[in-house]
């Protein structure tokens, strides 16, 4: 399910039902509410007009108030444009992420606020549905609905499992303090895969971009050598450290560009090895806890009725 933002271009090439009879200049209809047509030239804006082709190639201007995208149009059960607004009254759990949580922020760096909401049971039940996540770029924010949370906990989400473990907490009801009283039980050694892979594919894009552009993304490639590093004290200590401490120089360096590639490189494949190394000894189980993330889910389910 998803709703469109007002300001939503419609992109060229989209099918289109329109919800208004098409008239001339005279008045007369040219095609009659329901025609379908395709958009051939989309403005920058929409106060400006859409360049809609119909059926027998004819081409009008038609602003966006005249139809509706034919994939929107087919889907009877779209609810208002206000029920995400009206979600975000029922997040339960609200924190701090990103550079902020991990001490390398500056004058610069945005809040990022992510977190968890609970929907109300009838939604839930309905035949609308309601949304994996909401989400608010002009206020940096994401909440996942409980379920898809907990689903990417399961897999070691690297954003996820930081979510549970930030200090930097703004916001967070009874359910959401038990949800962080049971954070061990999404730990085990997926990490190891979650993370590895992860780290090893977007460092080949940032080898080719280098290659292709000749620039480095300095910024993502301190991200991911934290993540590595984030990886392994997760092997040995059972928990995900978000502040980091012990290495923060050494970071900030990577992000200000003052480390040649290749000795970031470098330093990656050495934490990949002791990456290894720690997978050979950790505690953690080989999968986290199911059956404990499946009881609390049904519980939180429960207390939405």
């Known amino acids: 399910m ?30 009659a509410k329901g025609v379908m047509g395709i958009v051939v030239k989309s403005p920058v804006d929409n106060t400006h007009a859409y360049r809609v082709r119909f059926m027998d190639e004819t081409e009008l201007a038609l602003f966006r108030r005249d ?6 149009f087919q889907n009877p059960l779209e609810p208002a444009n206000s029920l995400d607004d009206d979600l975000y009254q029922k997040v339960i759990y609200r924190c701090i992420t990103g550079s902020r949580a991990y001490g390398l922020d ?6 990022d606020l992510r977190g968890i909401y609970l929907p109300p049971a009838e939604l839930q039940w309905s035949l609308y549905g309601v949304p994996d996540q909401l989400e608010n770029d002009e206020k940096q924010e994401c909440y996942w609905e409980i379920q898809k949370f907990i689903l990417l906990a399961l897999k070691a989400n690297p954003n996820i499992l930081e979510c549970l473990y930030t200090p930097l907490v703004e916001y967070k009801t009874p359910l959401a303090d038990e949800l962080l009283g049971l954070r061990e039980i999404f730990l085990s050694k997926i990490i190891y895969q979650t993370y590895n892979g992860y780290v090893m594919s977007q460092f080949k894009r940032l080898q080719h971009h ?12 301190m991200h991911l050598i934290r993540l590595l590093l984030s990886g392994i004290i997760a092997l040995h200590e059972s928990y995900i450290p978000v502040r980091v ?34 997978f050979q000894t950790t505690q953690l189980p080989d999968r986290p806890d199911y059956e404990r993330a499946n009881a609390f889910l049904v519980y939180a389910r429960r207390s939405a009725v």
């Open 106 to 111: 500056n004058e610069q760096s945005d809040t």
């Open 245 to 278: 401490e012990a290495h923060r120089e050494q970071l900030l360096a990577i992000r200000n560009g003052q480390l040649p590639w290749a000795e970031v490189n470098k330093w990656r494949i050495q934490l990949h090895s002791e990456f290894d190394a720690a």
């Open 67 to 72: 139809f509706i995208p034919r994939k929107q």
């Open 2 to 31: 998803t709703t469109q933002h007002p300001n939503f271009i419609v992109p060229i090439g989209t099918q289109v039902v329109c919800n208004v009879d098409v008239k001339n200049g005279a008045g007369d209809v040219l095609f």
């Open 210 to 221: 280098l290659e292709n552009h000749g620039t480095i993304k300095w910024k993502h490639s």
